[in-house]
């Protein structure tokens, strides 16, 4: 005779989807949120990073975003990406351009500008319209970057020891060594704003005013 557990564990098998259903399904009701946790994009981390608050008004408010000039560059970079030529002559080493990647279970998903590999290890190369940060000075891109390494582990089991960040305009290239205390750290970020996009409780905002000036939220935002 059938136990209670194992009869709610049959009913339970007969709404359980396979991939190619669960594929099917996604595809025809594209609105419908399947998984467990909000999905968090890698630029989502920068933003977190920079200031907490868009989030809250890109995903929460939903308010209309102000263009800004910062805005229209970064619309450029891809652009500059298509034209931008590989000038390695070194043949073992691989490029994979413009990697959309996911990772579930984490809740991360990521476009790659795209990522370079030598056969034992890969890193990420992100490109940015912006100015390079100052000497020593950690910026958020970081941290766009370390997550991006995530994906790209998660992906491709591949070793990932740093990243790079590329500044068009100033012709200037960054290297970040990726420690194992940089990618929990991120996954810490993710959960925070995991736990933002739940909770819809509005964040503090930066502690640099300097940064309000060209924000696109400015006009929804107050301070204190």
Do not use: W
């Not at 970040?176 to 970020?189: A, F, G, Q």
Request: aromatic residues 12%.
């Amino acid at each position: 005779m059938e136990t209670i557990e194992n009869v709610e564990k049959n009913e339970i098998k007969k709404y359980r989807l396979d991939p190619s259903e669960l594929l099917e399904l996604r595809l025809q009701y594209p609105q419908i949120h399947l998984y467990d946790q909000p999905i968090i994009g890698t630029e989502d981390i920068r933003q977190f990073v920079y200031c907490p608050r868009i989030l809250f008004f890109r995903y929460i408010i939903r308010g209309p975003m102000q263009k800004t000039y910062k805005m229209e560059l970064g619309e450029e970079k891809h652009e500059k990406l298509q034209k931008l030529k590989n000038e390695t002559d070194d043949t073992s080493i691989q490029k994979y351009y413009n990697l959309y990647l996911t990772d579930a279970k984490l809740g991360l998903v990521g476009l790659i500008d795209y990522f370079e590999f030598d056969g034992q290890e890969a890193f990420p190369v992100e490109i940015k319209s912006g100015n390079p940060p100052s000497e020593g000075l950690v910026t958020p891109h970081k941290y766009q970057i370390i997550a991006q390494a995530i994906l790209i582990e998660k992906n491709f089991k591949f070793l990932v020891k740093k990243g790079r960040i590329y500044y068009v305009k100033h012709q200037k290239v960054i290297d970040y060594p990726l420690e194992i205390e940089d990618k929990l750290k991120v996954i810490k970020i993710i959960r925070k704003i995991q736990k933002l996009l739940t909770t819809e409780s509005i964040p503090e905002p930066t502690e640099d005013i300097g940064k309000c000036k060209d924000c696109e939220y400015r006009k929804y935002c107050f301070r204190g």
